[in-house]
């Protein structure tokens, strides 16, 4: 009983998953008709192909009447033609729906993706959500080219064929219809036969990769190890296991083809013999027989594709549940009472009260946390790896949400902002600048419309960042490559700089580069840090001394916990932790800035 | 001039195809031979189609058409069966072409040296082994068969449609040429669009994966939507490039049956005339009518073929390529075979260049037999090439390294290298049980032994606690242990073939530093006649070293023991009071 229910409620689910399916193919639904009516038009024309055979033969060739072949010869012509432009219509409009869906398919998934929360992306891995975008996608595309539309096709011809036949001579008909079974059944078995030998070439082919792959990897251990004499023997087996399941398949084609072949030419031995006694009795023309060949060879085709055709449905089927399952994750939460703030002008002023925060359960990454910043004020946050610096800047934005206690900016809980809206408050400049790839401009306004081209050029001069971006071939207008490769990492914080200002956020979160910078550069980029701290609350995770000496306040954060605040000196004539970080990150920079 | 040494180069491709070819004579042979009997059956079929419908046209019996049909039958039945051999010869022989062809490539892979790998991205080689191999075994086994099957089967066509009417004949081929020059263009044009199209589809999933990886920097910089354009941009790319790939394989489609029927056509005209006059017979028409289907599929596969062909060359190209770069570390043949070493290294005066940007500058040191060596310098400094020169990974630019006071190349390869414990900074292990990867470098290994490495590396604790103790498979499927076990295996792995030089290259780094400090006590102890290199960022780990030497820039900076050297006052002294203070500020 509950067996027979659980088997139910499968059933409708595929249902509803093909119900969401079909929603995908209704813009198209004009497109749809057409295909299916020009797809019946080129059957109907297929079909009539042996018939301008038959009657060639029967009415003009064999009664000498030439004049008469003309006419039927240019009919036959217009009939190939208007075939050749069918096929090519109805096969291009069926790939140009199913490019269509999957075009806008893929747009819904990924701007899915868009708006999901970090938290969402912790817990899958990136390989898993690619699958979804890419070939999870690309699997339902044979559904709508070759899977729906195609069994109507290939329906239209077989009744076709079958009626055509039956008219022409019923008897011989029914008799080449004896053979049909047989092919199907070879059909079949070949199909499961061949769909096992290959499903175990593949392990075995995927077997051979991963291990050549993870040699190609540990090369140099398997050297250092004296393995190659044993590796190779490894990797012989692995590819002779393969040669050996490759071999099978071969045999089942060698076997196939020639039965296949061996079944058509059975139905010729029938049609000559039977038909041949037909046309003596009169019941059947020398056309007749020519044409009955040419049909029953058309026959052969939409049987063994037949088959194919719910591998491709399941298949499909399974890809879209996939699909359809990201889809339904919900998006970052947003606030509905968005309405009474105006965050177009906030002033910066930060406060976390009792802020307590865990990425999971109850290993707190920060622990009560209270803080409060400014407008305009510069802070610098301190601390070792792992001291929980930048969760606290990830909180600021919303990036996750707090377990206990409040966030508030301007006076206001960070709840109550749109997520645009709080987020565009602010600028961060991270460690590792991200360049999207496109020019240096769209990089500086990031595809803001209210930063003109003005403002741009302003913004990447006060920085210093346009005495590299002018020697560059196309100065701003140079497309950036991936990841900005080519730019050297003291040019791409210049262009970070460049575009928060361009940007005149008002809060600046800053996590600053560790690496190091040749000193030329290192005073360009501390010069334009000035200027782009002032009159800003500016938050800033500080690796560089002259940065930390320059501003109003420094936290220190350990385990997750506010140890220290106050300015450099204060902190210093304290002699607790500051002191000793400062000792261990900063000494020698101190050093080296003094020799200097 | 290019274009005539990249048509020469072209031959030379092929020609290298032939002497794995060669290896399969025989087999070649048969095939060859059975297609020709596949073909001559093939061919007198539709003789005895004419001769049947002939037949009807006077007055017959039952009897004889029940002649002709078996005698059909017959033909199809050794048609069939040559059929099955054809097959089975030639396809197979490409098969193990192929089998060689890859075992041939590991093979040379095996003797490339570190740099090449470095110089070789892993998908890259990982390409040529499976997409380029396929393409020249499509050349090899389809390509050869189409190919001498349409030959074969296009010379048997003319014989017989020629016995029957020369005019006819002329007329029915005449849609062929067109047919095989319009296959092989589109064909052409369907794998350029295709390889494009796989480039959009590269840079869709590129993005895409750029995009989910940095999705924080996407939100924190509100380029949703942007990014939601950018991916548009490339997807609509991507569709376009697929609608014109659909677009040709249309056209393809649609001209294969356009021509096909246009020949039924031309046939049915001309030969309409040739009946009514009373030159050929209605038996004669048919049987081209049957000669003309038969020759379609093989006139589109000669298309096919030329395509594969073009294909294969420029894979077999790609192959070669790799083929033919000689390793760079060539094992001495004849290499003095070392029962024993002693393990006394020296460097006289090396050097090492990677892609011409030096890495070690004039090295010279000594390590006696049974002391330990121990190197501490910034990322970059050169550390883990030095250690990587003494088992030979690396080749030196300019100087000598003597083992055991001769001359490194002068020994054999391999004994050199079972010699050496190697535990590299990258722990890499392989996807089989823990105990095979500590017995990696060691024929056969006893139970007891793998054990007692285990323990010595202080591992064994964690491996009885794996499901399948020392069975437990690791990787992609088993189990996944941590960055501080897979070191100690690593370790293990090392100790357990008891080499005379056991070189650590940072490979403590994932370990706590009491583990640490227990391992490298108990390795003293065990094994008191070894050589020891130890690279190491952690002082902890080297401070009882007899000799230490920094390496600032590819050049040894200072040296001595740890003493020696704080007294010293300068790179070591600076690094040793920074891990105090980290220490210190770990305990707060």
Not at chain 2, 27 to 51: C, E, R, S, Y
Not at chain 2, 189 to 194: E, L, T
Request: proline share 3%; net charge neutral.
């Amino acid at each position: 009983m509950s067996e027979h229910q659980e088997e139910n409620a499968v059933k409708s689910y595929d249902h509803i998953l093909m119900k969401r399916l079909i929603l995908y193919t209704r813009p198209y639904i004009t497109q749809w008709i057409s295909a299916i009516a020009v797809l019946f038009i080129a059957s109907l024309l297929q079909l009539s192909i042996p018939k301008f055979t038959q009657v060639a033969i029967d009415d003009y060739i064999r009664t000498g009447d030439l004049a008469g072949l003309t006419p039927i010869i240019s009919l036959f012509f217009l009939v190939l033609t208007g075939l050749f432009v069918t096929q090519y219509v109805q096969m291009y409009i069926m790939d140009w729906i199913g490019q269509k869906i999957m075009f806008d398919l893929r747009r819904a998934v990924f701007g899915h993706i868009q708006h999901l929360p970090l938290k969402f992306f912790n817990k899958n891995p990136v390989g898993k959500l690619m699958t979804r975008v890419t070939s999870d996608i690309e699997s339902l595309n044979e559904l709508f080219t070759s899977g729906l539309v195609a069994i109507f096709g290939d329906v239209i011809t077989l009744v076709g064929i079958v009626i055509i036949m039956f008219l022409l001579n019923w008897k011989l008909a029914l008799l080449t219809m004896f053979i049909l079974p047989a092919l199907f059944f070879v059909s079949i078995i070949f199909k499961i036969k061949v769909r096992n030998a290959f499903r175990l070439v593949r392990s075995r082919i995927a077997k051979i990769n991963a291990y050549l792959q993870e040699n190609i990897s540990g090369m140099v251990v398997s050297q250092l190890f004296n393995r190659e004499e044993k590796n190779f023997k490894k990797f012989d087996d692995l590819n002779h296991d393969h040669l050996s399941a490759f071999l099978k398949t071969i045999f089942y084609f060698a076997i196939f083809f020639p039965l296949t072949g061996f079944i058509s030419a059975m139905t010729t031995a029938i049609i000559i013999w039977y038909g041949g006694v037909q046309i003596m009795t009169g019941a059947l023309t020398f056309g007749g027989i020519v044409a009955f060949l040419q049909y029953v060879f058309m026959f052969y085709r939409p049987i063994r594709d037949l088959s194919e055709k719910y591998n491709i449905l399941q298949s499909a089927m399974a890809a879209s549940e996939r699909v359809f399952h990201l889809l339904d994750e919900p998006v970052e939460e947003e606030n509905e009472q968005t309405t009474n703030v105006d965050p177009q002008h906030a002033r910066g002023k930060i406060e976390f009260k009792n802020v307590w925060f865990a990425y999971s359960d109850e290993n707190w990454i920060l622990k009560d946390i209270n803080l409060k910043i400014n407008p305009g004020e510069n802070v610098a946050i301190v601390g070792a790896t792992g001291s929980g610096k930048t969760t606290l800047i990830n909180l600021l934005g919303r990036f996750y949400n707090i377990q206990r206690g409040d966030i508030s900016l301007d006076g206001e809980n960070i709840k109550n902002y749109s997520l645009h809206d709080l987020r565009s408050q602010m600028s961060i400049v991270l460690q590792d600048v991200f360049l999207f790839a496109g020019t240096i401009a769209e990089n500086i306004s990031l595809g803001n419309s209210k930063i003109n081209d003005d403002q741009i050029r302003e913004a990447a001069a006060n920085v210093n960042a346009s005495d590299f971006i002018n020697v560059l071939p196309q100065s701003f207008d140079t497309e950036l490559n991936e990841r900005g490769s080519t730019l050297s990492v003291g040019q791409r914080q210049l262009l970070a700089f460049a575009r928060a200002l361009a940007h005149d956020p008002a809060i600046l979160i800053l996590d600053e580069a560790t690496s190091s910078i040749d000193t030329e550069t290192e005073q360009l980029i501390q010069i334009a840090l000035n200027k782009l701290m002032t009159n800003r609350t500016s938050i800033i995770i500080a690796h560089r001394l002259s940065t930390i000496k320059n501003v109003d306040k420094i936290i220190v954060l350990h385990h997750g916990e506010v140890r220290e605040v106050g300015s450099h000196q204060e902190l210093l004539k304290l002699e607790g932790l500051y002191y000793k970080l400062y000792q261990l990150q900063f000494a020698n920079q101190d050093k080296l800035e003094n020799a200097a | 001039m290019t274009e005539t040494s990249s048509s020469f180069s072209k031959l030379d491709q092929l020609k290298s195809i032939i002497p794995y070819l060669a290896k399969y004579k025989p087999k070649l042979f048969l095939g060859f031979l059975f297609i020709l009997l596949t073909n001559l059956v093939a061919v007198i079929q539709p003789i005895f189609i004419k001769k049947a419908v002939d037949s009807l046209e006077t007055v017959t019996s039952e009897k004889a058409l029940a002649v002709y049909a078996l005698s059909l039958l017959g033909i199809a039945f050794f048609e069939g069966i040559f059929l099955y051999f054809m097959r089975q010869t030639i396809i197979v022989v490409s098969r193990y072409v192929e089998y060689d062809l890859r075992n041939d490539y590991f093979a040379h892979l095996q003797k490339m040296s570190i740099q090449f790998f470095h110089n070789h991205p892993t998908g890259d080689l990982m390409a040529r082994a499976t997409n380029d191999l396929n393409a020249v075994r499509a050349l090899v086994g389809p390509g050869i068969m189409y190919f001498v099957n349409t030959t074969v089967r296009l010379i048997g066509t003319l014989i017989v449609m020629l016995s029957i009417n020369s005019v006819l004949t002329f007329f029915a081929l005449l849609t062929f040429p067109i047919m095989v020059f319009a296959v092989a263009i589109l064909m052409r044009r369907i794998h350029d669009s295709f390889k494009r199209s796989q480039e959009l589809y590269a840079e869709i999933t590129t993005h895409a994966q750029e995009n989910i990886s940095g999705i924080r920097i996407v939100k924190v910089y509100i380029q949703e939507e942007l990014e939601k354009q950018r991916f548009e941009k490339l997807n609509k790319k991507y569709v376009a490039e697929r609608l014109s790939l659909a677009k040709i394989r249309a056209l393809l489609w649609a001209c294969m049956g356009f021509l096909s029927g246009l020949g039924v056509l031309i046939v049915l005209w001309v030969g309409g005339h040739l009946v009514a006059n009373g030159t050929i017979s209605i038996g004669s028409l048919t049987a081209f009518f049957t000669l003309l289907t038969h020759l379609t599929w093989p006139m589109i596969a000669l298309g096919w073929v030329i395509n594969l062909t073009q294909q294969g060359i420029a894979s077999m190209a790609r192959i070669n390529e790799i083929l033919h770069i000689e390793p760079e570390i060539e094992a001495n043949p004849n290499g003095k075979m070392i029962d024993s070493l002693r393990g006394e290294i020296e460097f006289r005066n090396v050097s090492f260049s990677y892609n011409s940007v030096p890495v070690l500058k004039n090295i010279s040191l000594k390590i006696k037999s049974g002391t330990t060596l121990a190197i501490v310098g910034r990322t970059g400094s050169g550390k883990s090439t030095l250690a990587n020169l003494i088992p030979r990974l690396l080749q030196p630019s300019s100087g000598e390294i003597l083992i055991d006071g001769l001359p490194i190349e002068t020994l054999s390869l391999a004994e050199l290298r079972r010699n050496i414990g190697h535990v590299p900074q990258e722990t890499f292990l392989f996807s089989e049980s823990i105990a095979e990867n500590i017995a990696f470098g060691i024929g056969d290994a006893k139970p007891e032994d793998v054990e007692k490495a285990g323990k010595l590396s202080q591992v064994h604790k964690d491996i009885l606690g794996f499901p399948q103790k020392y069975e437990t498979v690791l990787g992609e499927r088993g189990i996944n242990i941590s960055g501080g076990q897979k070191q100690r295996t690593a370790i293990s792995r090392a100790i357990i073939r008891n080499p005379a030089i056991l070189i650590l290259d940072d490979a403590l780094s994932a370990v706590d530093t009491y583990t640490e400090e227990e391992i490298l006590k108990r390795l003293r102890r065990e094994l008191t006649k070894r050589t020891n290199v130890i690279i190491s960022h952690r002082i902890s780990t080297i401070r009882d070293a007899d000799n230490i030497i920094v390496l600032e820039n590819g050049e040894i900076a200072e040296q001595g023991d740890h003493n020696s050297l704080l007294e010293n006052d300068g790179l070591y002294a600076n690094l040793y009071q920074m891990q105090l203070l980290e220490e210190s500020l770990e305990e707060l």
